[in-house]
């Protein structure tokens, strides 16, 4: 399996894309996409959305894992946030991507064993699971890496999940 993570935001958007290996998981790309913000809100998020639209393009995941926006305190960064992760969302499945979303409670939970680790951590965890030579840097990139980490960990139970569901269903069917 091939998941690209993407750590949504309008001023920096981090993508980490990590394959699925018999040695375990592989970083492929680690990264942020960066918009001006000097630049118009229209034209930040029309940047945002070819660079995300190349960068699926260019890497072919399976799946975008998406952060999902659970709380912020400044409303302007919670829209910028929510809609740089409606951009990753839209062309994930414009690409033909399954798209999944995870809290940040999740992440840090599969990544570092701990809800309420610090972005520290996770950036050291998401190095050491990788095996990179440093962790990865800014903050961002490493969040996007540990969000692929996490649907990594989450795959196996939510393919048995999928394949119960469609059991039962066909069982309801006859």
Known sequence: MFVLGIDPGLSRC???????????????????????????????????????????????????????????NNVRTAMSVGQASGLAMAEAVAAGCEVSQYSPNEVKLAVAGDGAADKVQVQMMVQRLLGLAAPPKPADAADAAALALCHLA?????????????????????
């Open 14 to 72: 981090g993508y980490g894309a990590v394959r699925a290996t018999a040695k375990g998981p592989r970083a492929q790309a680690i990264g942020v996409i960066r918009t001006s913000p000097a630049d118009e809100l229209p034209s930040r998020l029309a940047e945002l959305q070819l660079e995300l639209r190349a960068l699926i393009a260019e890497l072919q995941p399976d799946v975008v894992a998406v952060e999902r926006i659970f709380f912020q």
């Open 154 to 174: 989450h795959a196996p139970g939510r393919a048995r999940l999928a394949a119960a569901s469609a059991r039962t269903a066909a069982r309801v069917a006859r």
